[in-house]
């Protein structure tokens, strides 16, 4: 690592050069290829997508996306009315002449009579493009939106909803990024009281994660990608980007007032604190890859595309921060401390204020703080146990959307159940078949839940039939998902029986529900393998059995209850409105596997920083009492710092507008709080304090048969050796002298 350093410090400028280089050619190779994401949730095998592809095949068209237009009037007109009816005609009509559009089924035609609701002031067109909303081109869906709002007038409103149109209100300004960024520099600048310092790591982070950005970008072309993967993986790139630079240009302003020089310093920063970050690095893509166990391609390219992000924020953390620092020189430090450094040489720096007073009272009472700590994130964590996993659907979006006006003006005029029907499709072989289809509609509507069911409907060559369902229940309810299992459990074998007639479920809520169920199915096989390899890296770093099962427990602890806080905020509602992030609804499904890898990692991150002291104390002095008072004292405040920083930048996000990022930058900025505020300036030490010396107790055979990974210095290693020479030497003394 020190080698690193010092050609990037001896060739700086070509080290810079290098990287904003790489920055322009993948942004450049980005902007000519354009974005390519896609939201598949579809996953092979489940019914949901049998009866997507079965209709797909079985209705050209059918298969494209679908999308409403919604009018209502007020007062004593109606939809019929001479004047509306014309009006909103002439709009449907050019709406069916625009590019990309296949069909639209008017209410006004002699089919669409269930389309206008009983009362007569509100009616619906559906509008099917010729893709799937994935591959519907946003200025194709903007195009439809103001085709239709040009109908609107004082006494009539229009309003429209669908996957494609919820693509005209995503946001393209960046200000989540901006804000963080910029609350990011002022707490660096309080911390260092140097402008330079306290740029340095922000500019790391930017190159980074802009190239990242831009690498994400192009891998959709080759793969499956999120459309939030770019923005999530923003999300943790200029959080961590921004901690592993802080870390190292801390170290390196100890070394200058040390009295060393610039190049030494940096040199010694990458040599010693660089080590930890390029091991906090490892175990954040560790878990970001633990997705890739799931096998499921909607998951893989939001692993990928994040672990890109984290290997480009170590590597500019260890090349091309140690170039930036040799730029600035001596100005890492502020003026107040380099003329003391002038007057005074270089003094020792012990931990003194707040920071050394705390570690002192954590030693005192490790008993009672640990239990307060307990108790704060056990309570935190007990909303997680109602956690309800499933689809927020438009009726979440801010009320001031068209997308929400449109979902409540179809739940008012047609009941909840019309913004997400359920698709009921079978392939139908011979007439017992397609007299048991006939029959299906009756049987459904009389299940319990349903609202309405639409007649029976074959293709051209009668060998493909559909009918649709809609609920009593929103598509996020939990009423419709008990719906969906109670048709496929009871009511349609029953209706199957004695023909060969198979019918899936398909539709909004039957997808999502299958997703859920597989990540649901899979998900204690991928948290064990998380827990499992980031406890074998921290038994290879720090020779320990204590301090991976220490640190597994923090981890599930950090996940719970930042969880606890997600279910309160969105599913439950508290302050969600309040933060612009619509109503209450159900977590999605992906959620808890994209946050368990994240948040394993990020909680890792200050386990290793942590620990990595206490442990370099442990191995010079073998005193635990001092090591952990000593590690506690001298990391907590850039700890702090850092988490401070990362709280900033995640919740900065909730600006973005997207319910999905949202929910990331808030279950992320509580795991960094309740991380770094309790678990690891509080739970930790108090109960390594407990602990004693069998915190870093590691049986002789594992520790012969264990390779030898280390995150420490040289110089500490053999001091380590001495002490474990002269204890060894101890014990042989002390049997000798048994009889």
Known sequence: MAAIARWCVKHRFASVLLWLLALGAVAGAAGVAGSAYSNDYQVPGTESGRATALLDAGFDGRGGDSNTIVWHTAGNTTVQAAGVEQSMTRTLDAIEDLPGVASVASPYEREGAAQISKDGHTAYATVTFDAQADDVLQPRAQALVDTAKDAETDRLQVELGGTAIGLTEAPDSHLSEVVGVVVAAVVLFVAFGSLAASLLPIATALVSVGTAYAGTVLLGHVMTVADF???LGMLVGLGVGIDYALFIVTRHRKGLRRGLSVADSAANAVATTGRAVVFAGATVCIALLGMLILRLSFLNGVAIAASLTVVLTVAASVTLLPALL???????????????????????????????????FVERHPKLLGAVAAVVMLVLALPTLGLHLGTSDQGNNPASSTTRSAYDLIADGFGPGSNGPLTLVAEVDGRDDRAAMDALAGTVRSADGVASVSPVTYNNTGDTAVLTVVPESSPQSKDTSDLVDRLRDSVLPQAEQGTSLEVYVGGVTASYDDFAQVIIGKLPLFVGVVIALGCALLLLAFRSVGIPLKAALMNVLAVASSFGVVVAVFQWGWGSELLGLGSAGPIEPFLPVIMVSVLFGLSMDYQVFLVSRMYEEWLETGDNRRAVRVGLAETSRVINSAAVIMISVFLAFVLSGDRVIAMFGIALAAAVALDAFVLRTLLVPALMHMLGGANWWLPKRLDRWLPRISIEPPECLTAHGKIEEQRTGTSEESQELVP
């Open 326 to 360: 040799s730029l600035i020189g001596m100005r890492a430090l502020s003026r107040r401390e380099r003329r003391q450094l002038t007057e005074h040489g270089p003094q020792p720096e012990l931990p003194t204020g707040f920071a050394a007073r705390w570690s002192a």
């Open 229 to 231: 993967a770019p923005m």
